[in-house]
């Protein structure tokens, strides 16, 4: 059978665990690999007469989302390049749902894959420290414009790469029993306290914030990993503290940016030239930044004429430059609208906005349901436990008031789908085990 040759089990198991690696890499490579993946998946399904697989409500929810992708590439079609994002958009769903079929057919959490994760993990805080500290990282990158970006280069996306990255190490750690009710790992949570703290230096503050978001919802809802947490944020503070002061930067220090910085930006300090056709909210503050507040006003002006199927997946950085829409200066125009929620207005229009409307609550329901499970349950049950940590990284992608990267990014739309996969293992294994 497909999946019985020995090589091939390994490629998928741990091609599936070290795909943050190939993601950080370069897209080529997880891509190779996405597109594989799909199609083994789908040659099992096939040899092993189980096409019923893809029969659920998860992928009828997928489709009506590619399907509303599509229609508002078709209506809005241009050329070949600037529609392919939209045409083959149904791969990243498909990749969830290949991971998930993997996962229920393979012993995947092992403390080998575990190994390899940590020292993974364990390199790119060494880099970013060095980098940090010198200048430069371990491959001869420079630090650009005052943070850092690790193996990453020029792209300064290392926080939030960790802050999605984070949840998925912290289901390993789970799933190989290295933290449950009874233990706590002082070298992992301090592991996990200088992976925080790489978020922090990295300066990007949309990416802190959903870091501690993602705790906090964890927090709230796993009793179990409550003192594991405190032991996390114990070794944080100190750390966030001491490691800025000894290099006495100011301009390197993330608390410039994440605080000052942001308020400056907020409330239009410094930056009352853009007033006149960037009128504040309430007369008083920016949407996060004028920047972003004139991505959103330009936004509103083209949701206005596109309502139901948006402008496509490119639409936006085609018709921001139109001069029906733009702001003075040519403000407000860029690739993607800085918003998840936004985008999806602007290109999907309302029926793919309300798709994700309904994912986000359904995340916060299902968030609750487990948490009355996990609290009504006398012993650990890591599979649910686990299922919780996957819906909070869920969650922390979907929600609304943040600005965030371009949705359609390849890299980013794997980024967001890789717990996906885990989260519908975990709630069919779970399903399983208790019925």
């Not at 993997?102 to 390899?116: E, G, H, S």
């Amino acid at each position: 059978m497909v999946l019985n040759n020995k090589f091939l089990e390994f490629y998928l198991v741990y091609g599936i665990a070290a795909f943050p690696l190939m993601l950080l890499i370069g897209p080529g490579i997880s891509e190779v690999f996405l597109i594989s993946l799909i199609l083994i998946t789908f040659l099992k399904t096939y040899i092993n007469k189980e096409m019923n697989f893809y029969l659920n409500k998860f992928s009828l929810f997928f489709l009506l989302f590619y399907l509303s992708i599509l229609i508002s590439t078709l209506f809005n079609f241009q050329n070949f390049y600037s529609s392919k994002a939209g045409f083959f958009y149904f791969r990243i769903p498909l990749f969830a749902l290949s991971i998930w079929f993997i996962l229920d057919r393979f012993d995947f959490f092992n403390k080998r894959i575990l190994t390899i994760l940590t020292l993974f993990l364990f390199i790119i805080i060494l880099d970013s420290l060095f980098q940090y500290y010198t200048g430069i990282n371990f491959v001869g990158s420079e630090i650009s414009r005052n943070r850092i970006s690790s193996f990453f280069f020029d792209e300064l996306i290392l926080g939030g790469f960790l802050t999605r990255i984070i949840p998925i190490f912290l289901l390993y750690l789970v799933m190989s029993d290295i933290i449950n009710e009874k233990k706590i790992s002082l070298p992992y949570a301090g592991l996990i306290s200088f992976l925080c703290l790489i978020v922090y230096l990295s300066g990007e503050r949309s990416s802190f914030f959903l870091l501690i978001l993602f705790f906090s919802i964890v927090f709230f809802s796993i009793k179990y990993l409550r003192n594991f947490l405190i032991l996390v944020l114990i070794f944080f503070i100190p750390i966030s503290i001491i490691t800025p002061y000894l290099k006495g930067d100011p301009e390197t220090n993330p608390a410039t940016r994440m605080f000052k910085k942001s308020y400056q930006q907020i409330t239009g300090k410094g930056e009352e030239q853009y007033e006149k056709h960037k009128p504040k909210l309430f007369n008083k503050i920016y949407i996060f930044s004028h920047d972003h507040h004139g991505h959103y006003l330009l936004s509103s002006k083209i949701i206005k004429d596109h309502p139901i199927i948006g402008t496509g997946v490119r639409g936006f950085r085609h018709l921001c430059r139109k001069k029906v829409y733009i702001l003075e200066n040519n403000d407000g125009c860029s690739t993607h609208p800085h918003n998840t929620y936004i985008q999806i207005l602007t290109s999907n229009g309302l029926i793919g906005f309300s798709l994700v409307i309904f994912s986000f609550f359904y995340i916060i329901r299902k968030i609750f349901i487990g948490r009355s499970e996990i609290n009504s349950q006398r012993e650990f049950n890591k599979y649910e436990v686990s299922k919780i940590l996957m819906l909070s990284a869920i969650f922390i992608n979907l929600w609304p008031l943040i600005p965030t990267g371009n949705f359609f990014n390849n890299w980013l739309s794997m980024l967001y789908f890789y717990p996906i996969g885990f989260y519908l293992y975990f709630e069919n294994k779970y399903e399983i085990k208790t019925s």
